[in-house]
T-cell receptor, first 111, second 114 residues
């Protein structure tokens, strides 16, 4: 299975701090995507990083990908209460149409 | 522009009833996906359409689950003879191309089987 596994399962930080979430997967990928899910906005795409990329930025988000270790990390800088949500990584296997989500990291940002 | 919409948002069915869940993808999107999300879990892939062709249905849990997209736009996920274990949120997503593109998710249909 290409399922991503997020770590930690839960993370609680103060507003303004940085949050780092990790993802591990098992086999070769075309790309890896990160999504956020909260009750207000449903599941929202954050960033896509392709297998030949090592790092990607989008606003306060920074994603890294290490294909040799089959891992990725998502860093949220200067967190806000509105960042409170579950974060999922979804590796897309080579030639596969599927995104396989893990159980996610539940992030709580305390004002 | 309009995002992915799903209806109904909530559905309560008695065990054994048939249900039909509708997905309206973003106009012009080629790819359409269905996922099932149980409480506290991530979404699990059910099936994938490229236009009207169902190219992957490997995630459908049983032959009681049937999905269609006859004209390559709106899709319907049907569940026959619902069971309690079918209770979950059913998410639909669409994408503008076939591979390696972000997916846009709808709000989901929460199905409760009593």
């Amino acid at each position: 299975s290409q399922q991503g596994e997020e770590d930690p399962q839960a993370l609680s930080i103060q507003e303004g701090e940085n949050a780092t979430m990790n993802c591990s997967y098992k086999t070769s990928i075309n790309n890896l995507q990160w999504y956020r899910q909260n009750s207000g906005r449903g599941l929202v795409h954050l960033i896509l990083i392709r297998s030949n990329e090592r790092e990607k930025h989008s606003g306060r988000l920074r994603v890294t990908l290490d294909t040799s270790k089959k891992s990725s990390s998502l860093l949220i800088t200067a967190s806000r209460a509105a960042d409170t949500a579950s974060y999922f990584c979804a590796p897309e296997g080579a030639g596969s149409y599927q995104l396989t989500f893990g159980k996610g990291t539940k992030l709580s940002v305390i004002p | 522009g309009a995002g992915v919409s799903q209806s109904p948002r909530y559905k309560v069915a008695k065990r054994g009833q048939d249900v039909a869940l509708r997905c309206d993808p973003i106009s012009g999107h080629v790819s359409l996906f269905w996922y099932q999300q149980a409480l506290g879990q991530g979404p699990e892939f059910l099936t994938y359409f490229q236009n009207e062709a169902q190219l992957d249905k490997s995630g459908l849990p049983s032959d009681r689950f049937f999905a269609e997209r006859p004209e390559g736009s709106v899709s319907t996920q049907k569940i026959q003879r619902t069971q309690q274990e079918d209770s979950a949120v059913y998410l639909c997503a669409s994408s503008s191309d076939t591979l390696s593109y972000e997916q846009y998710f709808g709000p989901g249909t929460r199905l409760t089987v009593t």
